[in-house]
């Protein structure tokens, strides 16, 4: 080296050039016999995938005909937006002009720290709870800090334009907003493996067969979802059903076509006179409910006292295609009324509906109330929706475009394919649920982790039809359940406001499935004395949320106003779990105690063990 030349100086972190915090000396280059094999492997699979999903488009076309060509109406609902945007070219300009007044001081703070200034404080900061930008390099890289700062000026800048436009109808503008967030979360710098700086530094380290790695998981993926991306979110093979998941121990007592009614095993000596009978959403498995025994409230619940029943919906297929939502009201909560009766004596039941589960709930409790039926003696719902004014974002996938698209497709299956339905959750979350994985399993080349909750996730389930055309409808289109008189179930109009029963709330603070705000709308729907509970977190970890786990506080209040924001400001936070809030609260309503049953040996004989065999069928089947 001349005399006058500089050894390029390594960024922080020890790392080579370019490789923000790695060490030069682990790179290296890759295994050749691994390239081979992998270029030969990718060769042979890539042809079959392909074949196959060209084959499958030319079935799906002569079966469905041509597609439409914007069934969600993206076209049309930007375009109005471009149209309103440029009827306000004022305010446009104002909102370009703070975005390059920003990204001038954003250049000249990266040329301050280049030269060396310490303490330069950002233009803009990501989230704290933002997981994207948590490797150092993010912020010790100036480069990549430069990156980072930029991509966030622009989404805000891209966030804060879809919000100029003027007087759009509320779903288009709406619909803008969902998707404007779906393309700012997917070019974030950390899905690309140049501007990623945990990828660039696992490249160097590995000599690239991270992404050899990544190419295999990505063909995997391809095969498991016959040529569309199925990404893989857990590694299923370590989880089976009844052995080492859905373990709680109990007997099958009773089916039908739509489901399987599940009594679980006693621990206690004494049990309450009530039995407790849940009902899930056949959305999802039940078994959400009973994952393992360190974060099952069924198994929670039996040590509680409580002789608990859970609903197992099967996951139907074309033959169930005319199932409607009174069908499952019928073969699901009433059968199981009746099943229980026989099972245990008791007339008397406390039940619990969670998320479209509860929703059933309630409709069943309005018609119950008709009838003058009060078998039924408290109500407790889990994150449900019966007030469907204020849907949250699901609202986005649900106008006349897209339903009859939806219609078009289960009236040719008989049902909604289980994997479209969560595509369409996993939307609302896709940095946590779409982008993170891509990152880990394609760019890092990482084996995914065994999780149950992940697992359960990705076991969805078909809807059948006309049950699912009548609950999108009636539901979330018309919200025609909080209408009285509106919706007429077995011959019986309903009338929400008819329930006079006890009724516990539990709703959860960060659901993008069930907003709280719109869940706690039931507080004043309900004529009966109601107790609201907020959970911390989200749909589903904030309700299954053991006391030993320490995890999430909840909030409480004494009274319920009309307003969400009153009652929160209101209410008072505390530590932990809500469950023994709850569990104070079902006991307290009737402290009468039985020996305890176990199930088979009263008027239901046992048909099969738990978990039973609706929860194996998978949508694959």
């Known amino acids: 080296m001349a005399k006058d030349e500089k050894t390029p100086e390594t960024p922080k972190g020890g790392a080579a050039?370019?490789?923000?915090?790695?060490?030069?000396?682990?790179?290296?280059?890759?295994?050749?016999?691994?390239?081979s094999r992998t270029m030969a492997d990718v060769a042979e699979r890539?042809?079959?995938?392909?074949?196959?999903?060209?084959?499958?488009?030319?079935?799906?076309?002569?079966?469905?005909?041509?597609?439409?060509?914007?069934?969600?109406?993206?076209?049309?609902?930007?375009?109005?937006?471009?149209?309103?945007?440029?009827?306000?070219?004022?305010?446009?300009?104002?909102?370009?002009?703070?975005?390059?007044?920003?990204?001038?001081?954003?250049?000249?703070n990266t040329a301050r720290r280049m030269w060396g200034v310490n303490d330069v404080p950002p233009v803009i900061a990501e989230d704290s709870k933002d997981r994207r930008f948590k490797d150092e390099a993010w912020r010790d890289n100036e480069v990549f800090d430069f990156i980072k700062q930029s991509y966030l000026l622009s989404a805000r800048y891209f966030t804060n334009v879809v919000h100029t436009a003027d007087d759009l109808e509320p779903k288009t503008a709406q619909k803008v907003d969902f998707y404007t967030r779906q393309f700012v979360d997917a070019m974030s710098p950390?899905?690309?493996?140049?501007?990623?700086?945990?990828?660039?530094?696992?490249?160097?380290?590995?000599?690239?067969?991270?992404?050899?790695?990544?190419?295999?998981?990505?063909?995997?993926?391809?095969?498991?979802?016959?040529?569309?991306?199925?990404?893989?979110?857990?590694?299923?093979?370590?989880?089976?059903?009844?052995?080492?998941?859905?373990?709680?121990?109990?007997?099958?007592?009773?089916?039908?076509?739509?489901?399987?009614?599940?009594?679980?095993?006693?621990?206690?000596?004494?049990?309450?006179?009530?039995?407790?009978?849940?009902?899930?959403?056949?959305?999802?498995?039940?078994?959400?409910?009973?994952?393992?025994p360190k974060n099952s409230f069924v198994r929670w619940a039996v040590a509680q006292g409580h002789t608990v029943f859970v609903i197992s919906w099967v996951n139907p297929d074309e033959t169930l295609a005319a199932k409607s939502f009174?069908?499952?009201m019928l073969e699901g909560p009433y059968a199981a009324l009746d099943a229980i009766e026989k099972a245990t004596g008791e007339k008397s039941i406390n039940a619990i509906g969670y998320c479209l589960g509860g929703t059933l709930l309630s409709a069943t409790l309005?018609?119950?109330?008709?009838?003058?039926?009060?078998?039924?003696?408290?109500?407790?719902?889990?994150?449900?929706?019966?007030?469907?004014?204020?849907?949250?974002?699901?609202g986005v996938f649900i106008d006349e475009e897209q339903l009859k698209a939806i219609e078009d497709r289960m009236q040719k299956r008989g049902y909604l394919e289980g994997r479209e339905m969560a595509t369409t959750f996993n939307m609302l979350r896709a940095n946590d649920l779409i982008w993170s994985f891509v990152v880990q399993n394609y760019l890092l080349g990482q084996e995914v982790f065994p999780f149950d909750l992940l697992y359960w996730n990705d076991d969805s389930t078909r809807m059948p039809a006309a049950m699912h055309?009548?609950?999108?409808?009636?539901?979330?289109?018309?919200?025609?359940?909080?209408?009285?008189?509106?919706?007429?179930?077995?011959?019986?109009p309903l009338d929400l406001s008819k329930i006079k029963l006890p009724t516990y709330i539990l709703s959860t603070r960060e659901d993008h499935i069930a907003p709280w705000?719109?869940?706690y709308r039931a507080t004043q729907i309900y004529g009966g004395p109601v107790r609201f509970v907020l959970a911390a977190s989200g749909h589903i970890a904030g309700v299954a949320n053991p006391p030993e786990s320490g995890k999430y506080?909840?909030?409480?209040?004494?009274?319920?106003?009309?307003?969400?924001?009153?009652?929160?400001?209101?209410?008072?936070?505390?530590?932990?779990?809500?469950?023994?809030?709850?569990?104070?609260?079902?006991?307290?309503?009737?402290?009468?105690?039985?020996?305890?049953?176990?199930?088979?040996?009263?008027?239901?004989?046992?048909?099969?063990?738990?978990?039973?065999?609706?929860?194996?069928?998978?949508?694959?089947?």
Do not use: C
């Open 17 to 35: 050039p370019g490789v923000p915090g790695g060490d030069p000396a682990n790179f290296r280059l890759p295994d050749p016999h691994l390239v």
């Open 553 to 621: 506080s909840h909030w409480v209040g004494t009274s319920q106003p009309a307003s969400p924001d009153e009652w929160f400001a209101n209410a008072t936070e505390l530590a932990g779990s809500w469950w023994p809030d709850w569990h104070r609260w079902v006991s307290a309503l009737d402290k009468a105690q039985v020996p305890a049953r176990t199930p088979g040996e009263g008027g239901l004989p046992a048909l099969e063990e738990a978990p039973g065999s609706y929860v194996k069928v998978m949508a694959t089947d």
């Open 326 to 328: 009174e069908d499952y």
């Open 469 to 492: 055309s009548f609950y999108l409808r009636r539901m979330y289109q018309q919200n025609d359940l909080v209408k009285p008189g509106a919706i007429t179930l077995a011959g019986t």
């Open 190 to 292: 950390s899905n690309f493996l140049m501007t990623n700086p945990e990828v660039l530094r696992k490249t160097a380290e590995t000599g690239g067969e991270n992404l050899l790695r990544g190419l295999q998981n990505l063909l995997s993926d391809l095969e498991r979802g016959k040529g569309k991306l199925k990404i893989r979110m857990t590694d299923d093979s370590k989880f089976t059903i009844g052995e080492n998941i859905a373990v709680s121990p109990g007997k099958v007592v009773f089916q039908n076509a739509l489901m399987q009614l599940i009594q679980y095993s006693p621990t206690t000596e004494k049990v309450l006179k009530r039995p407790l009978l849940v009902m899930p959403p056949w959305i999802n498995k039940f078994y959400i409910l009973d994952l393992r």
């Open 517 to 519: 705000k719109s869940t």
């Open 46 to 108: 890539g042809h079959r995938i392909v074949t196959d999903f060209l084959n499958r488009q030319t079935l799906n076309a002569s079966e469905n005909g041509a597609p439409g060509p914007d069934p969600m109406q993206l076209g049309s609902a930007f375009l109005e937006m471009a149209t309103r945007l440029a009827a306000n070219p004022a305010r446009l300009m104002q909102a370009q002009m703070g975005f390059w007044q920003d990204y001038l001081t954003l250049w000249q």
């Open 366 to 394: 309005a018609r119950m109330a008709a009838q003058k039926d009060t078998r039924i003696k408290s109500a407790t719902f889990f994150t449900t929706m019966v007030d469907f004014e204020e849907a949250g974002e699901l």
